[in-house]
């Protein structure tokens, strides 16, 4: 108890040059806990409205299905099991069907996946209900990125051209009733989205479906013949992947920002103990022995850390309340480059987080404190007493 | 290719007394379009967004449903042959000596640049196999008497839904046809500009194909020369010709 | 003066290696850091501008519209005067055409028949000509996996992961089936000549990349390609410089009707990343910010402790009668010249690890295997001509204002005081 009143003695007593390594320390924290914050609330964020708009609970595939491959998607559509229709109509599921067909805005075609959605599906956060405006007219939906790149907006006619079931060819007007800007552009790019069974008639493909979104946290995970079933981690693999890399990439940057904190601090630690032999060899004169004086020297290291746990706080603090609550503000179109981020980020600050930095600059200080007492075990108290060292 | 054969080679029928009904022409229709063998030299004239282009084949045909075709001229494509035999389709290129099925979607792409696809070709060219046929109306064509004839479809794995086709009515050759999605939405029209008469049948020499979908003035086709029930040897309409 | 403060530094090493090792370290991380978030933009305009939009890109005002198609049946023909002009008009880019095709590849059996066939994206570029810079643009010597690059007509480049599928290695024939620019359907034999890995799911899932003379010859693209990018020589995107050579360019054609008129447009509209980089803008202005503060106070703390160190020293000259303004000054300068020695090596030092990782790059592909995102998993770092400078501005700066503050210690001592505390 004494040694650690006596390094707080000594830390303040050194005045300046503290507060000066505590600022440096304290950037650390505060580098560390906002772009951890940052990046977990750009991926929760990421994975949250995907999650939302596009895989829900998770998804059964037609065993054919392959997202990646258009030329599957003529035979990989089948009846709903009777399992998953109990669901769909409990509003625990939602089915979609899929089909190739062509748009042709301004005279040329365009190849498209025709999506068919139940408008009034409450699954996916997609606003479907437009969907049922359909007066003598085939309503679809189009995302930001797909009116871009077709040059349609919201009122436009389109042809689209489709095959039906047996191969018959089919097309029609469809209108655009609303153009959703999603964040997800695995909803937007090259594909619209019209009402399931106006689909599910234009395509002769009646109860079908190519994949079923399961409501978010359900239960369900039966083997049905036919279906194969991917849950979320299956999903988000490629999201998560992407968020490990970015946060990879950035803690690079608090790697180095520490390093150079930690500089400041061993720096201090050995000059104190250059300049503060005197006081080593009074205080070893007078009984203390020399692990207790690493003790004491390596605690005033360490004590920056904790002092600059309380700087970070005092500006920090109020910091990143403010970001947690009224969010990081991105330019509008950020997400053209296929980030699944909405207008503002929501940096979140977990406890884990704000506890694991502290004590990871702590453990990190302290370590660096250490490392310069060490010289301490070789000091002779008579020799310390006369000035000289080593 | 064999579309355009189909829709240009069309017999001259002996006049008849007594109005036939829509299901009595379109088999006469049928019978005049279906030789049992022919040979046939046409161009196809592709118009694009930069300029027109002119691509010049030959085609042996047997029955209804086997064809082979090689091409002429441009340079570029010479030598590249189609083989299609029923529901099969293979080409193959000189300068790879490969020969390629053409599937899936590759079925959908435009033969040559031109407003026909693939599918169009696949097409079987019997309407009476595939369409219920109703007399809607009589016009004038190129200053022929015709009936407007309605077809709707017998089966449902048909690629057009409905038609409607012109028919000449002294020589039961169709002058001007239109096809429809299910919806009821025109696709394409083909609209026969000349006929001449070669051993006896009429034959269409000259017509555009449109994809009414797309821009454009649509692909216009000549028939250059037919020879009608010549013998074709088996070898012709075979994969190995394709190599040949 | 000079001389004799340097042999002081040279000779004291407590004076000069200390304090120069630690603006010597910090001045490396401020290097090190800068350059790397430097890369981490950098990467991201250079990965948009190699594969996809270069620096700046010349279309026909038709193809422009419907650019994410690739619609070859309205690219720029003839691209070899219109490259001739653009050249002339602007010495300091490099113009390079490129075709982006799709279509089919089909790989035969013993018979040369269909064994199996896959949809496939292609990119033509110049690979053959000398001058050519698109090997390293896109990185093809380190992403290979197996084979080589192509070196002859004919020969592809298919990336690793479709070889796999399609059960292909280099040696082996491919068809490509796809369509010329006027529609027909053609197609082409090659020959694999190497697999790679891009590094960007989308292309590792079904691309190839072929010289581009084959595709003009296969796709009747004679003097014709899609797109023409333009590179600046360094390699470095300079928006403003894009811009002002796109205003320059499009001026010409204002008034064309022609819907195959060239029309250039610059990378950030182009890629769609205008805004990201607006903001990677400001966010890497505060990080560096945040850092040199930072940096600024451990040299600060240097500085102090170095004169500290020398109380003894400071004590004797005043004693034996050195006007504390000169002690002040002189120690000023050896902090300007520790500033300067430090900086350098720590420039030096800091660029050693820069460079090798904008060479080879941290690869960080590890950590998503199955992902499909289009970004890369490799970071590398970029050194621009400001990272040589960007340290010392903290170096020097931070040493002097540590040692001057340091300093003023001086002035607060009082000659009576000296000899009692140099008894000690």
């Keep these: 108890m004494l040694i650690i009143k006596l390094a707080i003695k000594n830390l303040l007593g050194a005045g300046l040059r503290t507060w000066l390594n505590v600022i440096a320390l304290s950037f650390s924290y505060v580098a560390i806990i906002f772009m951890q914050g940052l990046y977990a609330g750009m991926n929760n964020q990421m994975e949250a409205s ?37 669901l769909i109509k409990n509003n625990d599921a939602a089915s979609i069907l899929i089909n190739q067909g062509s748009i042709y805005p301004n005279g040329r075609m365009q190849n498209i996946l025709i999506k068919g959605i139940d408008p009034n599906q409450k699954i996916l956060a997609i606003p479907t209900h437009f969907l049922n405006n359909q007066n003598g007219f085939i309503p679809a939906l189009i995302g930001g990125r797909m009116a871009k790149s077709s040059g349609l907006k919201k009122g436009d006619f389109v042809t689209i051209r489709w095959r039906d079931a047996k191969g018959t060819f089919d097309a029609d007007e469809v209108k655009v009733v609303e153009v959703i800007n999603t964040e997800v552009s695995e909803i937007d790019n090259g594909q619209i989205w019209i009402p399931l069974d106006k689909m599910r008639e234009m395509t002769v493909m009646p109860g079908e479906a190519t994949l079923i979104v399961l409501k978010q946290n359900s239960q369900f995970t039966k083997n049905l013949s036919g279906w194969e079933f991917k849950n979320l981690d299956f999903l988000l693999a490629d999201l998560r992947s992407l968020a490990t890399t970015k946060s990879a990439g950035a803690s690079i940057f608090y790697f180095v920002l520490l390093f150079l904190a930690m500089l400041a601090i061993f720096d201090t630690q050995i000059l104190s103990i250059f300049r503060r032999r005197k006081e080593m060899g009074t205080l070893m004169a007078l009984g203390m022995t020399r692990s207790t004086l690493i003790k004491l020297f390596t605690l005033e290291g360490s004590m920056h850390a904790v002092l600059a746990a309380f700087a970070a706080m005092l500006y920090g603090g109020p910091l990143v309340w403010y970001l947690a609550k ?65 | 290719m064999k579309k355009l054969i189909f829709i240009m080679v069309i017999l001259f029928a002996g006049a008849l007394i007594a109005q036939p009904s829509a299901d009595e022409i379109i088999k006469k229709v049928d019978a005049n379009t279906v030789t049992d063998s022919q040979i046939a030299i046409s161009k196809m004239i592709i118009k694009g967004r930069r300029g027109s282009r002119t691509v010049e084949a030959k085609t042996w045909q047997r029955g ?86 309605e077809l709707t479809s017998k089966k449902d794995d048909i690629s057009y839904d409905r038609r409607k086709v012109w028919v000449d009515k002294d020589r039961y050759i169709i002058l001007k046809e239109e096809l429809y999605a299910k919806s009821g939405k025109l696709l394409k029209t083909i609209d026969i500009h000349e006929i001449k008469k070669f051993d006896g049948r009429w034959v269409a020499t000259s017509l555009t194909y449109k994809d009414v979908l797309k821009d454009g003035d649509g692909t216009q086709m000549q028939l250059d020369e037919i020879k009608l029930n010549q013998r074709i040897p088996d070898y012709i309409l075979s994969k190995a010709s394709l190599r040949r | 003066m000079l001389k004799f403060l340097f042999k002081g530094l040279v000779r004291d090493r407590s004076r000069s290696l200390f304090p120069i090792l630690t603006v010597f370290i910090g001045v490396a991380l401020t290097v090190f850091l800068y350059s790397y978030l430097n890369g981490f933009v950098s990467d991201m305009i250079k990965s948009s501008a190699h594969y996809n939009s270069g620096h700046v890109r010349i279309m026909t005002k038709a193809y422009s519209q419907e650019s994410n198609q690739s619609p070859n049946d309205l690219a720029i023909i003839g691209i070899d005067p219109l490259i001739q002009n653009v050249e002339k008009s602007y010495p300091d880019m490099i113009w390079t055409p490129r075709i982006k095709f799709g279509g089919l590849i089909d790989i035969p059996d013993r018979n040369g028949e269909t064994r199996i066939q896959g949809p496939v994206s292609g990119m033509a570029v110049d690979l053959f000509s000398k001058e050519s810079r698109e090997r390293k643009f896109l990185n093809l010597d380190e992403s290979l996996v197996k084979g080589r690059i192509p070196e002859k007509p004919n020969e592809i480049l298919i990336a690793d992961d479709f070889a796999r599928r399609l059960k292909v290695a280099p040696g082996d024939t491919a068809t490509l089936l796809s369509s010329t620019m006027y529609g027909s359907m053609v197609m082409t034999n090659f020959v694999i000549a190497g697999t790679i890995r891009f590094g960007i799911a989308a292309l590792d899932r079904g691309a190839i990349i072929t010289d581009i003379s084959d595709i003009q010859k296969s796709l009747d693209m004679n003097n014709a390609a899609g797109e023409i990018l333009g590179f600046f020589k360094d390699d470095n995107f300079d928006s403003k410089k894009a811009y002002r050579i796109r205003d320059s360019f499009n001026e010409k054609y204002k008034n064309s009707e022609d819907e195959f008129a060239p029309i250039m447009g610059a990378l950030p509209e182009e890629s769609g990343l205008s805004d990201y980089m607006g903001l990677i803008d400001i966010a890497s202005f505060v990080i560096i910010g945040i850092f040199i503060f930072a940096m600024a106070i451990v040299l600060w703390n240097a500085g102090l402790m170095g004169s500290l160190r020398r109380y003894g020293e400071m004590g004797v000259r005043l004693a034996v009668g050195e006007e504390k303004g000169h002690i002040y000054r002189t120690l000023i300068l050896e902090s300007i010249m520790i500033g300067i020695v430090g900086s350098f090596l720590g420039t030096l030092f800091g660029l050693i690890p820069s460079y090798l990782m904008e060479i080879y790059g941290l690869d960080l592909s590890f950590l998503f295997e199955k992902s499909s995102v289009m970004i890369t998993g490799v970071l590398h770092a970029d050194v621009t001509y400001e990272t040589y400078l960007i340290g010392f501005i903290p170096g020097i700066l931070a040493t002097v204002l540590g040692t001057s503050i340091a300093g003023i210690g001086i002035y607060k001592r009082e000659t009576a005081q000296l000899f009692k505390e140099l008894e000690a």
Excluded: C
């Design chain 1, 50 to 86: 995907t999650i939302k708009v596009q895989y829900g609970g998770g998804q059964y595939w037609h065993e054919l299905y392959d997202p990646y491959d258009p030329l599957s998607l003529d035979d990989s559509h089948a009846k709903i099991p009777n399992e998953i229709s109990g």
């Design chain 1, 326 to 390: 009224v969010g990081y503000g991105l330019p509008a179109s950020t997400d053209s480059f296929g980030f699944a981020l909405g207008d503002r980020i929501y940096p979140e600050f977990t406890a884990l987080l704000i506890i694991g930095t502290i004590l990871l600059v702590l453990t990190v200080t302290s370590i660096v404190s250490y490392l310069p007492t060490r010289r301490i075990t070789k000091l002779k108290p008579t020799d310390a007493l006369r000035g000289k060292f080593i």
């Design chain 2, 64 to 149: 209804s449903n086997d064809s082979f075709t090689e091409y002429l001229a441009p340079a570029r494509e010479k030598g590249t042959k189609m083989l299609k035999l029923g529901d099969q389709l293979w080409t193959y290129s000189p300068s790879t000596d490969r020969t390629i099925l053409i599937s899936g979607h590759m079925l959908r792409q435009s033969v040559m640049g031109s407003d026909l696809s693939y599918e169009d070709m696949m097409e079987d060219p019997l309407l009476q196999n595939m369409y219920n046929s109703k007399i809607i109306g009589e016009e004038k064509i190129l200053d022929r008497p015709v009936w407007a004839i």
